[in-house]
Structures are given as structure tokens and as C-alpha cells.
């Protein structure tokens, strides 16, 4: 069954802990951690994270847009994240970072800007537990799907049956009920969508559609009836 991720980006950041209860059947709560550096946009950080995870029982799925995560993606494991994603772009050691993240308890994740090819980070995809192709440029929720990272998604979903891997493919920009069945078709399973569930009047509703039109794009997708 796909999963869903509400972005707490969309969210009230004055109520999270109630919009995360807006949400109870969400797989994860998906948190922007935006340095103003690696992307024009400062939003949360550690104490947030660690407050928030306090606050509801749904897991944590830390997104970090920030530079120099090779010192600071360990701390969110620590302030209580169950998936910490940090960027290509940004890690000095992204196969060392991966393994250190694991060994203190959470999921490792690695996430590619939409003009990062996937293809140079073949070997490390065995030690990430997910991989992120970001579908917009990252730095501000509410921007427009890019349909040129679809081919991407479909390499990506390639390489992860080449190797016989268990590698959850994320997207994260611009996931609505007008995209997320493309992205299903062409590869994703894990689907961060923002204002389509917290823009909705009811973002539980809203989970569950987007859930179940993942799902029915997934039965009938090739690499899905090829698995």
C-alpha cells in the first residue's frame, strides 16, 4: 500500500501538535528542516522536531534542506525522528552519514534536487533505506509539479529492481490528486504532499483519497505487475 506523508510545511505552526491529529492515518508526518542556506527559506529545527515528537504518536520523516548535514542529521535521530533524509548536494560523506543514521536507531534517507541524476549514487543505494527525488526545486511548499522528473523516478525505480533492493522511492513537490497517480505509475510509493491535505477541509479525507488513487495507479503500473 502506498504511503502517505503529510508536510507539516502546509500546516499552522502555531497548532502542530492538533494538525497532526488532523491526520491520524497518515504513515508519516513529513518535517521541512529549511536552513536559509542550502535553500532560501528558514523554517524549524532541532527543538521543534523534538516537541513535535512528544506530541503524536505518528512518526517522524525529517526532511533537512540544510547545509553541512554530515554534522547535524545524527541530532534529529536524537530528538526523536524515525527517518532522517539529508541531500546529496549537501553531504560530504553521504555513505558514512547513511550508516551513522542507521546505527542510532532511524531509516537513512538520501534526497536529489530534480537536476541531481540518480545514476551516480548506484552503489550507495543499498545502504539507504530511501531515496528522495524531490518533484520541485526545494525551498517553499505550494509551487507547480515538475513533469521532467518523471523520467527520473522511472530510472530510479529501475536501478531499485536491478538490485533487488527494499528501497522506498519518495516524491515530495507539488503531490496532489492531479499528479500523484503519475507518480505511482512511473515509480514512487512514498508520496509528501502539503497543501493537498492540510489546504483540504478535511486532510484526513484528503490522505485517504490520495492514498487510494496511488494504490489503484499502482496495481496497474509495469513495474508494479512485474514485481
Known sequence: MPQINPSILS???ARLAEEAARVPDANWLHVDVMDYHFVPNLTLGLP???????ATDIPLDCHLMIDDPDRWAPAYVEAGAGSVTFHAEAAGAPLRLAREIRAKGARAA???KPATAVEPYEEILPELDMLLIMTVDPGFGGQDFLDLT???IRRTRELIARHGLELWLQVDGGISMKTIERCAEAGADVFVAGSAVFGAEDPAKAVSALREAAAEATRTAPWFCGH
Open 48 to 54: 521543534v522536531v523534538e516537541s513535535l515528537a512528544k
Open 110 to 112: 538520501m534526497a536529489l
Open 11 to 13: 500546516a499552522d505552526f
Open 150 to 152: 518523471l523520467p527520473k
